[in-house]
């Protein structure tokens, strides 16, 4: 029979030594690092009493931002949505009505914007879709729960507080090139 590929190698057979036998030699190197381990310094912390630092590039709990005037930046565009490998997000579109114009900074708004944060994998896809800047990946971590129904994040839970004080500051993930390009009011978005 004719072999299908050259990739085959030839397998030695060498006899083992008395010591290799018994595999005392081996027993003795992984006892060795085990011991080295044993008297390292621990990496783990008390965490409600103590937390880590976080890089500023740290991506957490999702918010959806308002602008200065305290409208919803969101225009149900459907961007992140697209852009969400894990397609986590989900969302519905509704038109602004007379008389809500200080609530919805455009005409169409997202009526229903939900998350599944079981599905989502922090990537940052949706932040970079958005032309708006309606939504970023804060340094929040997400809380844990016992049931999936609590992980479908609505707009009750991700979108930002009326009160300016108790606003999420994302600037710290931000670049300093990002920042500098935010203040050229040439850009529609940046008006």
Do not use: W
């Not at 309606?134 to 609590?150: C, G, H, M, N, Q």
């Amino acid at each position: 029979m004719q072999k299908l590929t050259d990739r085959s190698k030839v397998v030695s057979d060498k006899k083992m030594t008395f010591l290799e036998k018994i595999y005392l030699p081996a027993i003795l190197k992984g006892m060795s690092i085990t011991l080295t381990h044993f008297f390292r310094k621990k990496s783990t912390i008390s965490y409600p009493e103590q937390t880590r630092e976080f890089s500023k590039v740290y991506r957490g709990q999702h918010v959806l931002k308002r602008d200065e005037l305290g409208r919803e930046r969101c225009t149900s565009c459907g961007l992140c949505a697209v852009a969400c490998p894990a397609e986590a997000i989900t969302m519905i579109s509704a038109e602004r009505k007379p008389g809500e114009e200080h609530l919805y900074r455009e005409e169409k708004y997202a009526a229903v914007y939900e998350i599944d944060m079981l599905r989502c994998i922090f990537c940052g896809d949706c932040e970079e879709a958005c032309p708006k800047e309606a939504i970023f990946l804060t340094d929040r971590i997400v809380a844990s729960e016992y049931k999936r129904k609590p992980f479908i994040y609505g707009k009750d839970i991700l979108l930002e507080p009326l009160d300016p004080a108790k606003r999420i500051d994302i600037s710290a993930r931000q670049t300093d090139a990002v920042q500098k390009f935010k203040e050229n009011k040439r850009f529609a978005h940046n008006k």
